[in-house]
């Protein structure tokens, strides 16, 4: 009998010590969830009517309450950002770049100059239903831009438009993107004219799949000249991009320059998207400071703006060899649970459109007509 007792007396012993191991760890986990959904609270969600307009002369545009999902921009980040992420949702598109004045980094891996690889054919056949974010490498040095104006690329050109139509599916391409940055150097004489040349050459060719985007750096412009001086015309232009990393860490407005391209934007009646972003200060693994410095601030303007497609670089800038942005840091998302965590708690939600069967549907897309 006293054997028995001792028996149930441990087994008691044990089912509490289990129970309150299995209640420390709910309440932790509980605890945690809440502090997420505390970070995701903080952004704000109210839409400015000022920037909900009718479109005109553009394509393959989400729905009114909605927002593209893209992520780039190297196959190094991408494949460490599925290597991290395995179980969550896969974006509804992807980076990547390429330079005009070859065919390098589109059919085939190709390792640029600042230490990185591209690979468009890669991201097609890796994630079907997804779509293309193409950046074409366009500057004033060197003769570039004036070159593509002549037609001296035409034969890449060309070249570029065949792989585009066999992809079938949409392509964003970013021409000379960030042309009024000072680092590209870009007169706005040359890059219109070597702007529309692609364009009309891209068409003539029958790469119907492509959608074209102006892509603005949103800061103070190269030699001061105005936002519009770079403007190729209404007949040109898809969309409407811009850039977004220093921009942030202030207030959800990102300056008198952004400002600008958006109230261009709202005159041409084109849809905008940011082209590119990333909190550059950096994201650490013992503190969640970039959270309510830049995320929240970059979420709030995603709403309150109508921003209708968003790319976000997943990099550790460190990693590349690209003059001018020596200081900026190690930002990839999963440096830090809680923010990784956060990004998709906000990310996951209906409003962002991500890898799916439907995504050429809901974009306007249609095969039959590329």
Request: net charge neutral; hydrophobic share 35%.
């Amino acid at each position: 009998m006293i054997n028995l007792f001792k028996r149930l007396l441990i087994k008691s012993v044990k089912d509490i010590f289990l129970i309150v191991i299995l209640f420390s760890i709910t309440t932790c986990l509980g605890q945690k969830e809440n502090k997420i959904e505390t970070m995701v609270s903080k952004i704000k969600r109210e839409v400015n009517p000022a920037f909900v307009y009718s479109y005109e002369k553009t394509k393959f545009v989400p729905e009114e309450g909605k927002t593209l999902l893209i992520m780039g921009q190297t196959v190094e980040s991408i494949n460490e950002y599925m290597d991290s992420f395995p179980n969550q949702a896969i974006p509804g598109g992807w980076s990547a770049y390429w330079g005009v004045p070859e065919f390098k980094g589109i059919k085939e891996s190709h390792k640029t100059d600042s230490g990185d690889r591209q690979n468009h054919q890669m991201l097609i056949d890796r994630f079907p239903n997804t779509v293309m974010h193409s950046a074409m490498w366009m500057v004033g040095m060197w003769d570039v831009a004036k070159k593509a104006g002549k037609g001296d690329y035409d034969k890449v050109i060309k070249k570029y438009a065949a792989w585009a139509k066999s992809i079938d599916r949409p392509i964003y391409l970013r021409i000379g993107y960030e042309f009024d940055g000072h680092h590209n150097e870009l007169e706005p004489e040359e890059y219109v004219k070597a702007y529309k040349h692609i364009v009309d050459l891209l068409r003539k060719k029958g790469a119907n799949n492509i959608a074209f985007v102006w892509h603005s750096y949103a800061s103070e412009p190269y030699k001061n000249y105005k936002l519009s001086d770079w403007y190729p015309g209404d007949d040109y232009v898809d969309w409407i991009g811009i850039s977004v990393f220093g921009h942030a860490y202030d207030n959800s407005d990102f300056g008198i320059h952004c400002d600008k391209v958006l109230q261009l934007a709202k005159l041409k009646k084109k849809p905008v998207m940011i082209a590119e972003s990333n909190p550059v200060k950096g994201i650490y693994n013992d503190k969640i400071d970039a959270w309510d410095q830049w995320f929240v601030n970059f979420f709030t303007f995603i709403y309150n703006k109508n921003i209708k497609a968003v790319s976000f670089i997943n990099q550790d800038w460190k990693r590349l060899y690209i003059q001018g942005i020596e200081e900026w840091k190690d930002a990839r998302l999963y440096n830090n649970e809680q923010i990784s965590e956060a990004w998709f708690m906000e990310t996951n939600k209906d409003r962002y459109l991500k890898q799916s069967t439907e995504l050429f549907e809901q974009l306007g897309y249609d095969k039959n007509e590329k």
